[in-house]
């Protein structure tokens, strides 16, 4: 299902943003280049085997940064009841 959101997934989301600085780190040069950033998201998309479309709004809706801050255990499910 779409809106779950297993550990693996959990842990591939944490480690994609790990290794792409880009995505959260202001201070990048391509910080602000919204086509890099869209085709790592994409590419995000296609790891996590997610829609592109379900991920951008995850991360819009500040799913993605509470899930990285924490927010949510590894050991819990999380899921998004919406409809894109």
């Known amino acids: 299902m779409e809106g779950e959101w297993s550990d693996e997934c959990i842990e591939k989301l944490i480690n994609f943003y790990e ?12 910080y602000r280049n919204k086509d890099k950033k869209r085709a790592l998201e994409n590419e995000l998309a296609e790891i996590l085997n997610k829609s592109g479309n379900y991920l951008t709004c995850c991360i819009y809706a500040g799913l993605v940064c509470r ?9 819990s ?6 409809v894109l």
């Open 77 to 82: 499910r999380v899921s998004v009841n919406f």
């Open 19 to 30: 290794s792409h600085s880009i995505l959260y780190d202001t201070r990048m040069a391509d």
């Open 67 to 75: 899930i990285l801050a924490g927010g949510y255990s590894m050991v």
